[in-house]
């Protein structure tokens, strides 16, 4: 069953019961694309941005304020999510969004409408002079972004903070444990499995610190810059009543634009907040893959770390079990990394006085916020908080690392030190071994000088391989090997 209704273009029949009209239902016909529907950020900030418009207009003496009532109960219903099944724009759509621009004035308008005794598509409260009023898609949109993005930050934010505080406490529990430090995936200098993991949770707080940063440059509104940013059918009044009636809405911090041609122009706000979110996306792509790393094995490999075991991992190899978490963060992250090379292209794809492609740039960053938010807080709670360490293994592989000679580089030179690595791997020793049995036989000199190397000397320097990870230079010599 449907109904009909008209646009500029002609008669359209809606579906029986639709909130939407006749623009909303072209869309849907014309844009049967991926089979995906707008982000709940989306639908909530376009609708704060009618009922701010709403109670703005009104205030200013240009909308009767029976309509500007009726249209900020329908908003605030869309709001709290009340009609989200109503929104049905496939995010690729026409450009700047005036599809889902649409869509919003016109479910606001026939809710509007029957709130005032009306049926839908009697339109009493109208889409466009009405709901839209001193708006445009050009400006709405950009706008709706921002607040969009801004809606989940603090959420985004604590879910970054809360695997950097789950890393924290790791750094804690595994600082006594020595292993093998590793670089270029060969055996290096010893560090602290605490330490690995202190540089972890400084990167990812390092990187929520640039993901705040650069969420504060969204809290700039370009509302009010109507069609082309010199706003006009707008109130003069309106783009300062506007921010200030948004940030009281919302609760969020809002600032009015310093040039609205800019704010509707310019996406860089958002390649900046994206590139910020990807940024985190690399670090966590590290991070999971070391963590794929350490516990790999268990018999025949590192197997320095036992992540939890949160389901059977093969379905031909009984008793499997695999890094899921780790490799589900992997697979998320990289998404985030696609979305914003999608960000990127299409913010550079604006022209002249708009930017057509910001559907896709809002798809693109409220999909990355929301994967970013859920893979985070299942990695933490899932793997981080129950992970735990393998310290036989690790100080096992520890004690077999021939490049401990590093701490004698100092005492007996770097030329010398080889040699030692070569002799030990030849005969499958330790370096300790090795440079004691040489000592006890006077084969071991200190650099640049004839003088034996004793093997208390060389107990001292290699008996505890802690000390090797505080820095500072063994062997009481003087410069560096």
């Not at 304020?65 to 099944?85: F, N, R, T």
């Not at 090379?341 to 740039?361: D, F, H, K, R």
């Not at 080889?418 to 330790?430: M, N, P, Q």
Request: charged letters at 20%; proline letters at 4%.
């Amino acid at each position: 069953m449907s109904r009909q209704e008209r646009d500029s273009l002609g008669p359209v029949n809606v579906p029986d019961g639709a909130l939407y009209g006749a623009q909303t239902q072209r869309a849907v016909e014309n844009f049967p694309i991926s089979g995906l529907r707008p982000w709940r950020a989306f639908i909530w900030s376009l609708a704060t941005i009618k009922r701010a418009a709403a109670e703005v207009n009104s205030a200013l003496g240009v909308l009767d304020p029976q309509l500007a009532a009726v249209i900020v109960q329908a908003s605030q219903e869309v709001m709290d999510g009340q009609w989200d099944a109503q929104f049905v724009v496939d995010p690729f759509q026409a450009g700047a969004g005036t599809s889902h621009n649409m869509n919003s004035n016109e479910v606001i308008a026939n809710r509007a409408t029957i709130l005032l005794g009306g049926k839908l598509g009697e339109y009493k409260v109208n889409p466009n002079d009405h709901v839209n009023m001193s708006q445009s898609t050009n400006d709405t949109i950009p706008t709706a972004i921002r607040l969009g993005c801004l809606w989940r930050l603090d959420e985004l934010l604590a879910s970054v903070q809360g695997l950097a505080d789950a890393l924290k406490v790791k750094s804690v529990e595994f600082d006594p444990i020595v292993k093998s430090g590793r670089t270029h995936l060969q055996d290096a200098v010893p560090v602290r499995l605490g330490q690995e993991f202190s540089a972890y949770a400084k990167a990812v707080e390092r990187d929520g610190e640039r993901i705040r940063r650069s969420g504060d440059n969204l809290r700039r509104l370009g509302i009010g810059g109507t069609a082309v940013g010199s706003g006009l059918n707008a109130h003069p009044e309106y783009h300062k009543r506007m921010v200030a009636r948004l940030s009281a809405i919302t609760g969020i911090r809002m600032e009015e634009s310093d040039n609205l041609f800019e704010s509707m122009q310019s996406m860089a706000d958002m390649v900046d907040f994206s590139a910020s979110l990807r940024t985190l996306a690399v670090t966590l792509i590290r991070v999971a893959n070391d963590f794929r790393l350490l516990s790999s094995g268990p018999s025949t490999g590192l197997d320095e770390l036992r992540l939890p075991s949160v389901q059977p991992g093969s379905s031909i190899m009984p008793g499997k079990v695999n890094p899921v978490l780790a490799e589900m963060l992997d697979m998320a992250m990289f998404h985030i990394v696609g979305n914003d090379t999608a960000v990127v292209l299409a913010s550079q794809a604006g022209q002249l006085e708009l930017n057509v492609m910001m559907p896709i740039i809002a798809h693109e960053l409220f999909d990355s916020m929301a994967v970013m938010i859920g893979a985070v807080n299942a990695f933490t709670q899932k793997c981080v908080v129950g992970l735990k360490a393998n310290r036989p293994k690790a100080e096992g592989w520890l004690a077999k690392n021939t490049i401990i000679v590093t701490a004698l580089n100092p005492v007996i030179g770097y030329a010398a030190g080889a040699a030692l690595v070569k002799e030990a791997l030849a005969r499958d020793l330790t370096i300790q071994e090795v440079a004691v049995e040489k000592a006890n036989r006077g084969e071991l000199h200190k650099r640049d000088s004839a003088q034996p190397v004793t093997a208390d000397e060389i107990k001292a320097i290699l008996g505890d391989l802690r000390r090797l990870t505080e820095g500072g230079i063994s062997g009481g010599g003087g410069g560096g090997g």
